[in-house]
């Protein structure tokens, strides 16, 4: 069994505990499974086996497509609901773009995080990509139509993407369960 990867951007102190703090009042109501603050982040692609001797050549391969990317300016804020707001299965906060053309360079980090993966010869999880900062996982879908409106007005501080962590996922072995997180890596932008 190989390592759970993932590369992702991980919002610095002030956006965390910025959202940290919009939800707190909140986190006693509903069935739901809320996201570690420390946890929060927004994948670029997930590599849910990576063989132990890739990982390594998918962090070179990965820094080398990131090589030349421009820092984009995001912020979170607004609902995303999986799959809908009627059966949702996962609650988000959407990746907003606040630089120009910020949505793009974000989508084309996602697809060279996927391509590093494609070309080292690992499995990456093919769904669209799709800016999101999961919140809460539902132990059953369920209706969440009060949570997407209240979510509509959250908006958090803006800031820049400086780089790419490249996290493994070790299944059950955090808090109350969880998943623990360890950066492998972290991959500077703008250069």
Same mark, same amino acid.
Do not use: C, K
């Given at each position: 069994?190989?390592?759970?990867?993932?590369?992702?951007?991980?919002?610095?102190?002030?956006?965390?505990?910025?959202?940290?703090?919009?939800?707190?009042?909140?986190?006693?109501?509903?069935?739901?499974?809320?996201?570690?603050?420390?946890?929060?982040?927004?994948?670029?692609?997930?590599?849910?086996?990576?063989?132990?001797?890739?990982?390594?050549?998918?962090?070179?391969?990965?820094?080398?497509?990131?090589?030349?990317?421009?820092?984009?300016?995001?912020?979170?804020?607004?609902? $995303?609901?999986?799959?809908? @707001?009627?059966?949702? *299965?996962?609650? /988000? &906060?959407? %990746?907003?773009? !606040?630089?120009? +053309?910020?949505?793009? $360079?974000?989508?084309?980090? @996602?697809?060279?995080? *996927?391509?590093? /993966? &494609?070309? %080292?010869?690992? !499995?990456?999880? +093919?769904?669209?990509?799709?800016?999101?900062?999961?919140?809460?996982?539902? *132990?059953?879908? /369920?209706?969440?139509?009060?949570?997407?409106?209240?979510?509509?007005?959250?908006?958090?501080?803006?800031?820049?993407?400086?780089?790419?962590?490249?996290?493994?996922?070790?299944?059950?072995?955090?808090?109350?369960?969880?998943?623990?997180?360890?950066?492998?890596?972290?991959?500077?932008?703008?250069?």
């Amino acid at each position: 069994m190989g390592t759970r990867l993932f590369a992702a951007v991980v919002p610095p102190a002030d956006a965390v505990e910025h959202l940290d703090d919009f939800l707190e009042p909140r986190r006693e109501a509903g069935e739901f499974r809320w996201t570690l603050a420390q946890q929060f982040h927004v994948t670029l692609a997930f590599l849910p086996d990576v063989a132990e001797h890739l990982v390594e050549e998918y962090v070179d391969r990965l820094a080398d497509g990131l090589a030349r990317t421009p820092v984009p300016v995001l912020r979170l804020g607004g609902p $995303v609901a999986f799959p809908d @707001a009627a059966g949702t *299965r996962a609650l /988000a &906060v959407a %990746v907003l773009p !606040e630089s120009e +053309g910020a949505d793009v $360079v974000l989508e084309r980090m @996602a697809g060279r995080a *996927r391509n590093a /993966a &494609v070309t %080292v010869g690992t !499995e990456v999880d +093919g769904q669209r990509f799709r800016p999101h900062l999961t919140i809460a996982r539902l *132990r059953r879908p /369920a209706d969440t139509t009060s949570w997407v409106r209240l979510l509509e007005t959250y908006t958090g501080p803006d800031w820049p993407v400086l780089e790419v962590a490249v996290i493994a996922s070790h299944l059950g072995e955090g808090p109350g369960n969880r998943p623990r997180y360890e950066t492998l890596a972290e991959i500077a932008l703008g250069q």
